[in-house]
C-alpha cells in the first residue's frame, strides 16, 4: 500500500476552476505541482494538464484518487471508511469507488 497523505486538497475557503472539472477513473487530465515564486517545497501550486489528445467539447475530468493504488481500491470495496463512495464515472474501466 502507498504511502499515507500529508496533506489534503479542500476548496472550502476559495474554490476555482476546477470546480468544473469531474472525477473519471479513465481521465484526460492529471494534476501536477508546479513551484512559482515559492521556495518552499510543501507549497506547490497544482495545475492540471492534459494526459492525451482532448476532442472539442469533451469534458475534462481527473482522478480523484490522483495516482490509483490497486491494493487500497480493492480494500475500500469491502469497507464502511468514512471516506467511502461509490463512482459512477461511467468509463470502460471505472473502480467503483472514489477516495480509497
Avoid: W
Wanted: net charge negative; glycine share 4%.
Amino acid at each position: 500500500m502507498g504511502s499515507e497523505a500529508v496533506y489534503s486538497v479542500d476548496a472550502y475557503h476559495a474554490g476555482n476552476l476546477t470546480r468544473f472539472l469531474n472525477h473519471s477513473c479513465d481521465p484526460n487530465c492529471e494534476i501536477q505541482a508546479c513551484y512559482i515564486n515559492e521556495a518552499n517545497i510543501d507549497k506547490p501550486m497544482l495545475t492540471i494538464f492534459t494526459v492525451r489528445e482532448v476532442e472539442p467539447l469533451e469534458e475534462l475530468s481527473f482522478s480523484y484518487m490522483g495516482q490509483i493504488d490497486h491494493d487500497a481500491v480493492n480494500s475500500s470495496k469491502v469497507s464502511n471508511d468514512a471516506v467511502f463512495a461509490e463512482c459512477h464515472c461511467g468509463s470502460a474501466n471505472c473502480l467503483g469507488v472514489l477516495f480509497s
